[in-house]
C-alpha cells in the first residue's frame, strides 16, 4: 500500500470519530481553591512537602458557658478514669496538660472509601480550650494532612474521644498506614467517654449518644445543628462544583463535639469525686455502685447505697444492696431487704426467694422456712425451664432434709 493511500484513508477514519470533549480547567489554580476554603472558613492554608490542608483554630475562654456550666480549668489527674475504664497500665492518671479530644468529620461510616476530611483537635491551653481543625481541601492533600495531624499525638498524650475507639481512631490509623504516614497512632493511654457515660449515665437518661448527653446532663441545646448524616454531602458538594454551602455548619458540629468532650470528662470526674456526697442523683450514684461492683469494691458500693439519697423502693437497687450486704456478712440486714422484696411485684422477689431459701437452708438450719420460700419461688411467673428445674431440685431436697431431721 502506497504511503498516499494510507494517509487518505486514515484520514477518512479520523472524520469518522467523534473528538472528546475536554474539561474545563477550573479558573483558578488548586492551590488558589485551598487558600479560598480557608478564607471561607477564618483559617489558614498550609503546606508541606506532600500537598497543602487548611487549619482553623477556635479559642473557647475560661468563663464561657455552656449549657449550665462554665468553662473552668481542670485540676484533676483523672486517675479514676483509668482505673475504672482503661485496659492499660496506670501510672498515675493524665495531666490536664496531656489531654488531646479527638473528633473525625468523614466522607462515610467505614469501608475503604470512607476518610476524613476534617479531623478536630481539642487541648487545655492557659487562656482556655483551644481547637485546632485540619481540613482537606481535596483527596491529594490527605497525605499532607495526616502527616501535620499525627504531630498532634505523641508518648505523652492521653486521647480523648468519643466512641473514638469503634470508630474514630481504628479509621484515622487505617489512613496513616494507606498514605505511608505511619503504622501507629503515639500516645499514652485512651480514654473512649462513651463507656463510663454508659455506666454511670444510662440509667437515668436512656440513649447515650453525645448530643443526648448535652441535653440531658449539661442543658447544653444545639441551634441550628448540621444533621451528622448530610455532612458528608456538604463536602462532596465542595469537591464536584466548589461550592461551599453548608461548610462552616460543619466545622461548627465538629467544635461542638469536641467542645462538649471536655465537659462530658469533667462531669464523669466530678461523680467519681463527690461519691457519697451531695448533692447526686440517685440513679447516677447506683450506677455508680455497680462500678465499684465490678471492682469487687464491696465497702464502697455500701458506703454509696447506704447514702439516704439512694434509698429506694426500686427492687432492683434493693436485690443489689442486698447482695452487697450479704457479701459483707450483715446477714440480718440482707435477710431484712430480702423480706421486703418478696411483697413486690417484680422478678427480683424471685431472686429474693431463692437468698432466703438458701440462707435458711445453709445457715439458720431452719429448712421449713427454706421450703416455705423456695416454692413461693415457684409461684412467680414468667420463669425460665431451667429456673424451675433448678427450683425443683431445692424442693426436692429440702423435703429430704426434713424427711431426715
Known amino acids: 500500500?502506497?504511503?498516499?493511500?494510507?494517509?487518505?484513508?486514515?484520514?477518512?477514519?479520523?472524520?469518522?470519530?467523534?473528538?472528546?470533549?475536554?474539561?474545563?480547567?477550573?479558573s483558578k489554580s488548586f492551590d488558589s481553591l485551598g487558600e479560598r476554603l480557608a478564607k471561607a472558613t477564618g483559617g489558614c492554608y498550609l503546606t508541606n512537602d506532600f500537598g497543602g490542608y487548611c487549619l482553623i483554630k477556635t479559642l473557647y475562654e475560661w468563663g464561657t458557658p455552656f449549657?449550665?456550666?462554665?468553662?473552668n480549668q481542670p485540676n484533676t489527674n483523672h486517675r479514676f478514669i483509668h482505673e475504672h475504664y482503661s485496659a492499660q497500665a496506670i501510672d498515675g492518671g493524665s495531666s490536664p496538660s496531656?489531654?488531646?479530644?479527638?473528633?473525625?468529620?468523614?466522607?462515610?461510616?467505614?469501608?475503604?472509601?470512607?476518610?476524613a476530611f476534617l479531623a478536630g483537635v481539642g487541648s487545655?491551653?492557659?487562656?482556655?480550650?483551644?481547637?485546632?481543625?485540619?481540613?482537606?481541601?481535596?483527596?491529594?492533600?490527605?497525605?499532607?494532612?495526616?502527616?501535620?495531624?499525627?504531630?498532634?499525638?505523641?508518648?505523652?498524650?492521653?486521647?480523648?474521644?468519643?466512641?473514638?475507639?469503634a470508630f474514630d481512631m481504628t479509621l484515622i490509623r487505617e489512613r496513616?498506614?494507606?498514605?505511608?504516614?505511619?503504622?501507629?497512632?503515639?500516645?499514652k493511654h485512651h480514654i473512649d467517654l462513651l463507656h463510663p457515660v454508659r455506666r454511670l449515665f444510662k440509667r437515668r437518661?436512656?440513649?447515650?449518644?453525645?448530643?443526648?448527653?448535652?441535653?440531658?446532663?449539661?442543658?447544653?441545646?444545639?441551634?441550628?445543628?448540621?444533621?451528622g448524616y448530610l455532612i458528608p454531602s456538604v463536602y462532596f458538594e465542595w469537591l464536584s462544583s466548589g461550592d461551599l454551602g453548608q461548610i462552616n455548619e460543619v466545622l461548627e458540629h465538629n467544635r461542638i463535639d469536641i467542645l462538649a468532650m471536655f465537659f462530658v470528662l469533667e462531669q464523669v470526674a466530678r461523680v467519681f469525686e463527690t461519691d457519697t456526697e451531695s448533692p447526686q442523683h440517685a440513679e447516677d450514684m447506683y450506677s455508680l455502685s455497680r462500678v465499684y461492683g465490678r471492682r469487687k469494691e464491696n465497702d464502697k458500693v455500701l458506703e454509696i447505697l447506704d447514702n439516704p439519697l439512694v434509698a429506694s423502693v426500686d427492687p432492683e437497687v434493693l436485690f443489689y444492696r442486698s447482695l452487697a450486704l450479704k457479701r459483707a456478712g450483715r446477714w440480718e440486714e440482707a435477710v431484712a431487704v430480702w423480706n421486703s422484696i418478696t411483697e413486690l411485684e417484680s422478678k427480683r422477689a424471685f431472686l429474693a426467694n431463692i437468698?432466703?431459701?438458701?440462707?435458711?437452708?445453709?445457715?439458720?438450719?431452719?429448712?421449713?422456712?427454706a421450703l416455705s420460700c423456695a416454692q413461693s419461688a415457684l409461684l412467680k411467673s414468667s420463669l425460665s425451664e431451667n429456673e424451675v428445674a433448678r427450683?425443683?431440685?431445692?424442693?426436692?431436697?429440702?423435703?429430704?432434709?426434713?424427711?431426715?431431721k
Open 67 to 71: 449549657g449550665s456550666e462554665l468553662l
Open 205 to 227: 437518661i436512656g440513649e447515650c449518644s453525645l448530643t443526648s448527653v448535652e441535653r440531658n446532663i449539661l442543658s447544653y441545646f444545639r441551634t441550628d445543628d448540621i444533621p
Open 391 to 404: 427450683l425443683m431440685h431445692r424442693v426436692s431436697r429440702l423435703k429430704s432434709k426434713l424427711i431426715s
Open 124 to 165: 487545655i491551653t492557659k487562656k482556655g480550650f483551644e481547637v485546632r481543625q485540619y481540613l482537606l481541601p481535596d483527596y491529594p492533600d490527605e497525605r499532607a494532612m495526616l502527616d501535620q495531624l499525627a504531630q498532634e499525638f505523641g508518648d505523652e498524650r492521653t486521647v480523648v474521644s468519643y466512641n473514638g475507639a
Open 355 to 369: 437468698e432466703l431459701a438458701k440462707y435458711h437452708e445453709h445457715r439458720s438450719r431452719d429448712y421449713k422456712q
Open 98 to 115: 496531656e489531654l488531646i479530644f479527638f473528633d473525625l468529620e468523614t466522607t462515610g461510616l467505614g469501608g475503604a472509601g470512607a476518610l
Open 176 to 187: 496513616l498506614i494507606i498514605n505511608r504516614v505511619d503504622h501507629e497512632i503515639n500516645y
Open 1 to 26: 500500500m502506497k504511503e498516499n493511500d494510507l494517509h487518505a484513508r486514515l484520514n477518512r477514519f479520523k472524520a469518522q470519530i467523534v473528538p472528546s470533549v475536554k474539561k474545563e480547567k477550573k
